[in-house]
């Protein structure tokens, strides 16, 4: 497959957090293979709502470093990969070559370069809590998925980020900032909080069918290297996990 199309966007103002992963890109790469809320907490979730992908066409929608990337390939899947961090991109690039189209995207914007009904699975792994309207995303995604197509996603818990950041008020859709430790320094990021039907409406209202939601346990191996956070997590669910359908 083509490496990279031809698409350049230009940043949409809701896009944030660009210089956080920009920063963060080679630290990814280096560690999100291990880093236990991925690799024992996230990725168990979202690879067990996942269909059969051998011979399919499917979209990783926020690809950072490019590991679901990289797993999809290995199960037979023809993959697109997009983010909107030039340096992700690079990350991915050096994980998987040119084994998939490795596109530079801002999903605030319409995915133009893919064709209507042209893809099996969307896959977008703690990615959609970066953008405040998800319209736009909701809506190319049905677009381009084929009748009876899988969007498959996790995003922050919504009660995790109201509780952890002390809000006041649930049903406000708000940004919030925390830092994130890296092998270098801390970085500032930067996502949105809403509640929980303002994650659940937008897929049901672009014409999904919601099959399965998830609030997950941690894995033995989690409880191995970081016990403590272990039991906060079997406690206060950190992320959230849905599979829809194209109806």
């Given at each position: 497959m083509d490496n990279e199309l031809k698409h350049r966007p230009v940043l949409n103002e809701n896009s944030i957090s660009f210089e956080s992963y920009e920063a963060m890109a080679e630290y990814?790469?280096?560690?999100?293979d291990t880093k236990p809320f991925n690799a024992?907490?996230?990725?168990?979730?979202?690879?067990?709502?996942?269909?059969?992908?051998?011979?399919?066409?499917?979209?990783?929608?926020?690809?950072?470093?490019g590991w679901y990337s990289n797993w999809l390939l290995k199960q037979g899947a023809k993959v697109i990969a997009v983010d909107f961090s030039p340096n992700m991109i690079e990350m991915t690039k050096k994980r998987i070559g040119d084994k998939a189209n490795i596109i530079r995207a801002d999903l605030n914007e319409p995915l133009s370069f893919i064709e209507d009904g042209s893809v099996d699975v969307v896959l977008s792994s703690l990615t959609l809590h970066y953008l405040k309207?998800?319209?736009?995303?909701?809506?190319?995604?049905?677009?381009?998925?084929k009748p009876s197509g899988y969007f498959i996603f996790s995003v922050h818990h919504p009660f995790m980020d109201f509780t952890f950041f002390h809000r006041d008020n649930y049903f406000l859709t708000e940004i919030l900032s925390d830092e994130w430790e890296t092998d270098k320094d801390k970085v500032k990021?930067?996502?949105?909080?809403?509640?929980?039907?303002?994650?659940?409406?937008?897929?049901?209202?672009?014409?999904?069918?919601?099959?399965?939601?998830?609030?997950?346990?941690?894995?033995?191996k989690f409880k191995e290297l970081q016990p403590e956070v272990y039991e906060k997590l079997t406690k206060r669910p950190q992320f959230l996990f849905i599979r829809a359908r194209k109806n």
């Open positions: 990814y790469l280096k560690y999100v024992y907490y996230e990725r168990p979730a979202t690879l067990s709502l996942l269909p059969d992908v051998k011979g399919k066409i499917v979209l990783d929608a926020g690809c950072a470093a309207h998800w319209e736009v995303p909701m809506a190319e995604f049905r677009r381009i998925l990021v930067q996502f949105y909080r809403r509640p929980l039907y303002k994650i659940v409406s937008p897929v049901l209202e672009a014409g999904f069918i919601i099959e399965k939601l998830l609030e997950p346990m941690p894995t033995e």
